[in-house]
């Protein structure tokens, strides 16, 4: 591998980073990049593949100990810093660097924002630490899965047919923890981001925007014998993107655990009850006890091994999480072998879109 391909593996690492990061030698040469950090650098693409990072003497000394301070054309960042496994003697030793927001420097000294109350200052505080939470796990955990599992694979591309048949095997297995370990990573990902966001509220057409998810769903799995049946559903008042990931979730369950079935059906449908919208998924799979039926929706709880069916056991943590956002419930109702019923109801209110009639959804 020359430096070009280096440079070309250390790219493919941190590219789809949300998080402004680089990868630079102990020169402070910067080898790789990925778009937010071109933004939080100031710098262009062409201007930033010149530029050396100017380290401060507790920056690689304490590497993968905590936060750091380095100088990046002519400006001071806080920075996160973690050395990358060596490639060999032939290489320089390689540092991964999270350039940190402005707020992680802490100047006591600065301007101090007013008139927050307490209740809004906590819940924006809450949000910085999701949001570094977030970013930690993508810079601390993630880059060091997707280096583990390229090496891995560069291995087995270019001495497979030299290696024993067991060493083989655990370069294969290794390639497999890797990537269930950056599934669950990219899952935590998504659950960080969506409890972020705002909900946007509006009247969403809750056929309409299940059929989607349906039809989205079902695309990649044209060779199987699949029907998904459509009840009527009442309109609801929520936020569109949130409940199209409750959807996604709870049809592409019904999809997963149908699989053993030679004839997979699914019904999605709702009904008005009181002064609540009540929405099912039912399918024909493999069911579960429903004595655990309370442990579904805690965060990495499965009720399958990894082995039967794929999975890192936050989807219906995150679908129950949004339902809750909008003061709703979801529960399920199952048996061992006789399929599954998950349900989840929203209050009925009133369309809160700007400009919209203030009749009730459904």
Not at 93 to 119: F, H, I, M, S
Not at 181 to 197: E, G, K, T, Y
Not at 344 to 360: D, I, K, Q, V, Y
Request: overall charge neutral.
């Amino acid at each position: 591998m020359d430096l070009t391909e280096l440079r070309a593996f250390l790219a493919a690492l941190i590219r789809d980073d949300p998080s402004p990061c680089l990868v630079a030698d102990e020169q402070g040469a910067v080898h790789a990049w990925n778009a937010p950090a071109e933004a939080a650098a100031g710098l262009a693409e062409s201007a930033l593949s010149r530029a050396r990072i100017a380290w401060s003497a507790d920056a690689l000394s304490g590497a993968g100990k905590g936060g750091a301070t380095l100088e990046l054309a002519g400006r001071a960042h806080a920075a996160s810093v973690r050395m990358l496994p060596r490639l060999g003697e032939a290489w320089p030793t390689l540092y991964a660097v999270r350039l940190l927001p402005e707020a992680a420097r802490r100047d006591d000294d600065g301007p101090k924002e007013v008139g927050l109350t307490e209740a809004v200052a906590e819940r924006a505080a809450g949000g910085c630490e999701l949001e570094e939470f977030s970013a930690f796990v993508s810079h601390e955990l993630r880059t060091p899965m997707r280096f583990a599992n390229r090496i891995a694979h560069m291995v087995l591309r270019e001495h497979a047919e030299r290696l024993p048949y067991d060493v083989v095997q655990r370069v294969e297995m290794i390639i497999e923890c890797t990537r269930q370990v950056s599934a669950l990573i990219d899952d935590l990902l998504a659950f960080s981001r969506v409890v972020r966001q705002t909900a946007e509220m509006r009247t969403v057409d809750m056929g309409a925007l299940a059929r989607s998810v349906a039809a989205e769903l079902t695309r990649d799995a044209a060779d199987r014998d699949i029907r998904v049946d459509f009840a009527p559903m009442p309109r609801a008042v929520g936020d569109r993107d949130l409940l199209r990931h409750v959807f996604a979730n709870l049809i592409g369950n019904a999809l997963k655990f149908t699989r053993p079935r030679a004839q997979a059906r699914i019904a999605v449908g709702g009904r008005k009850a009181g002064g609540e919208a009540v929405y099912f998924v039912r399918d024909n799979g493999v069911g579960f006890d429903p004595a655990r039926a309370g442990a579904l929706f805690g965060l990495f709880q499965r009720l399958h091994t990894p082995d039967a069916f794929e999975g890192t056991g936050v989807g219906l943590a995150l679908a129950k999480r949004i339902v809750e956002r909008h003061g709703g419930r979801i529960w399920a109702e199952s048996a061992p072998d006789a399929g599954a019923t998950f349900w989840f109801a929203l209050p009925r209110r009133t369309s809160a879109r700007p400009g919209a009639s203030n009749a009730e959804a459904g």
